[in-house]
């Protein structure tokens, strides 16, 4: 792994020795390896999370040295360098027609793809649910049991290399048409309302106590959020800007599914 490590951090500085065979081998290596779940762009490193930042130069790496190729499912043909994911059944994975899951991507035994596209370099855990027309872009982190709604859209970070990507942690609800881009952090089992958008420059503003606290880049566990807005002065006047509310906490509960259905019904979260 140290070699492989090495030609990759060597070739990102130099691409000329993309040219040579035991360049691309390393390469392919690494892409091998985010398909069968067993390297990460980013795993989890105590209460943190680790970017391994050669994995991500690998996989930025991995589209110059592919070729344009034809490929036909069915009905539908596609014309691209990376293929697409194989072998479900033997993983354990359902995928509803026409989800799209690339060559790359990793999903655990148990995962359930409805007609929806997952990039490579993306690892979701068992038991989530990515729903119809739900995007998983490209290094996003998604963990265990969590429930990716209709159009919900998870951005790829894959530049900068030393940039987080975008984590979804276990036990999570992401509501419909929700969009958490730019490497943010929905910690556990938080909930996130239809349409919330979360960027780094997002306001999360937790108003649920006495005095507003607000968090950017990160939502805290078991948070209940929902959009909203805030005024903001302009040199033309004070205007109404998008923001994320924190507006309760989810209960803790051995029985994920019962509490988060309380926190839908408690706080009247549109999803």
């Not at 499912?73 to 691209?80: A, F, R």
Request: net charge neutral.
């Amino acid at each position: 792994m140290e070699e492989i490590r090495s030609l990759i951090e060597a070739a990102y500085d130099n691409r000329e020795l993309l040219k040579e065979e035991a360049t691309q081998t390393a390469v392919r290596s690494v892409i091998e390896l985010l398909d069968k779940g067993q390297v990460r762009v980013a795993q989890p490193d105590g209460d943190n999370w680790k970017v391994n930042l050669w994995v991500k130069k690998a996989v930025s790496l991995y589209f110059p040295i592919q070729k344009m190729e034809t490929i036909e499912v069915g009905p539908y043909e596609y014309h691209d360098k990376i293929p697409l994911k194989r072998d479900h059944a033997e993983r354990g994975v359902r995928v509803v027609p026409p989800a799209v899951a690339r060559y790359g991507s990793f999903q655990e035994k148990g995962v359930i793809l409805m007609p929806c596209y997952v990039n490579l370099a993306t690892y979701i855990g068992s038991g989530t649910m990515v729903d119809t027309w739900a995007t998983v872009g490209s290094g996003a982190q998604v963990g265990q049991n969590v429930h990716l709604s209709g159009g919900v859209g998870l951005g790829g970070v894959l530049e900068p290399p030393q940039a987080s990507p975008t984590i979804i942690e276990d036990n999570c609800f992401i509501g419909s048409r929700s969009i958490v881009v730019e490497g943010v952090r929905v910690r556990k089992e938080a909930v996130l309302g239809a349409n919330v958008v979360l960027t780094k420059s997002t306001h999360i503003i937790d108003v649920s106590g006495p005095e507003p606290i607000t968090y950017k880049g990160e939502v805290p566990e078991r948070a209940v959020v929902i959009p909203g807005t805030y005024p903001k002065a302009f040199p033309a006047g004070t205007y109404q800007v998008s923001c994320a509310l924190i507006i309760g906490k989810r209960k803790e509960s051995t029985d994920k599914k019962t509490s988060l259905n309380e926190a839908l019904r408690d706080h009247s979260v549109a999803v």
